[in-house]
């Protein structure tokens, strides 16, 4: 069975840390690129982040606070996320992209769900900003 589970949300004050794991089982990820989409309360899901190969990309509103990285031994990749601000909130969901156009397009930045369309979903985790 092809599956990817999301662990380490949690509840942080502002400018706080949290590291979120993604790990894949019945697939390697290397082959794979990984995004990181957040969905916020009542809004659309939305790209944060984006590894393919040992490229990285991320959306403006994370870049210098959050760091996508990848462990190939343990076919996970990780979200590492610094200085959380209350508008981070959301349940954060890790997808996997198969085809090399779309990883691609993915690591020049390119986020949007509707032409990316991963593959493989996990179920998401939740992460809540609040002091």
């Known amino acids: 069975q092809l599956q990817l589970v999301e662990s380490g949300g949690g509840s942080v004050q502002p400018g706080g840390s949290l590291r979120l794991s993604c790990a894949a089982s019945?697939?390697?990820?290397?082959?794979?690129?990984i995004m990181w989409f957040r969905q916020a309360p009542g809004k659309e899901r939305e790209g944060d982040s984006c590894?393919?190969?040992?490229?990285?990309n991320y959306a403006d509103s994370v870049k210098g606070r959050f760091t996508i990285s990848r462990d190939n031994a343990k076919n996970t990749v990780y979200l590492q996320m610094n200085s959380l601000k209350p508008e981070d909130t959301g349940i954060y969901y890790c997808?996997?992209?198969?085809?090399?156009?779309?990883?691609?397009?993915?690591?020049?930045?390119?986020?949007?769900?509707?032409?990316?369309?991963?593959?493989?979903w996990g179920q998401g985790t939740q992460v809540t900003v609040s002091s």
């Open positions: 997808a996997a992209l198969r085809s090399t156009a779309l990883q691609a397009l993915c690591v020049t930045g390119l986020f949007k769900l509707s032409l990316l369309n991963p593959d493989y």
């Open positions: 019945g697939f390697t990820l290397d082959y794979y690129g």
């Open positions: 590894i393919s190969g040992g490229s990285t």
